[in-house]
């Protein structure tokens, strides 16, 4: 069945970093468009990036310049390198695999605290 793993969250300072990685499985990779979400519990669903199925990458105002998603079709996973974390990225990020359907993963949880 599909599966979509994220990990890599955690609690980071101000300006720190963190790598999310998400591992998918039961479908076929390389044709979906792959992005990155996330929500602020009693907010709905932002979306932040989104890497085509070509490799084109398209990020949200909020994140642009700050964060890098990429994907490596070879071992079925996408990645999303944060830098210069702020508190108002807290959320829980979710990966998304896009083409026909629609995947979703179960998410991780990032904190940006001191």
């Known amino acids: 069945q599909v599966q979509l793993v994220e990990s890599g969250g955690g609690l980071v300072q101000p300006g720190g970093s963190l790598r999310l990685s998400c591992a998918a499985s039961g479908f076929t990779f390389s044709t979906y468009a792959m992005r990155w979400h996330r929500q602020v519990p009693g907010n709905g669903r932002e979306w932040i990036a989104t890497v085509s199925r070509d490799g084109y990458t398209f990020y949200a105002d909020s994140v642009k310049d700050r964060f890098t998603i990429s994907r490596d079709n070879a071992k079925n996973t996408v990645a999303l390198q944060m830098n210069s974390l702020q508190p108002e990225d807290t959320a829980i990020y979710y990966c998304?695999?896009?083409?026909?359907?629609?995947?979703w993963g179960q998410g991780t949880q990032v904190t940006v605290s001191s």
């Open positions: 998304v695999a896009a083409y026909v359907e629609e995947y």
